[in-house]
């Protein structure tokens, strides 16, 4: 089992950034492969960025890309998505997921955090 727990979300204007963090516990965490994705309401939760187990692998959804970075340091367990440029369609609930497979896929991750709100005003 893995425990997962964002935080960094908050109010920030266009244009602006912001750097969510995702702490895991429980289980060796080199040995997984971490996603980021989001859920704005009304809507599907979709795979925003991914991490491979050493970080030497990463793949953005196309409306991220050259705005957010997805790393990690396996020393401290954690993830982060730093986010540039945001943009109102960036506000969502964003989510951290853990898997011990690589994949940019939703379905395919087995331990999810709670969520942490990011919210862009325009």
């Known amino acids: 089992q893995v425990q997962l727990v964002e935080s960094g979300g908050g109010l920030v204007q266009a244009g602006g950034s912001l750097r969510l963090s995702c702490a895991a516990s429980?289980?060796?965490?080199?040995?997984?492969?971490m996603g980021w994705f989001r859920q704005a309401p009304g809507k599907e939760r979709e795979f925003v960025a991914a991490i491979s187990f050493l970080g030497v692998k990463t793949h953005y959804a196309d409306s991220v890309k050259g705005r957010f970075t997805i790393s990690r340091d396996n020393a401290k367990n954690t993830v982060y998505l730093q986010m540039n440029s945001l943009k109102p369609e960036d506000t969502a609930v964003y989510y951290c997921a853990a898997d011990s497979n690589y994949s940019t896929n939703r379905d395919e991750y087995a331990y999810w955090g709670q969520g942490t709100q990011v919210t862009v005003s325009s």
């Open positions: 429980g289980r060796t965490f080199s040995n997984y492969a």
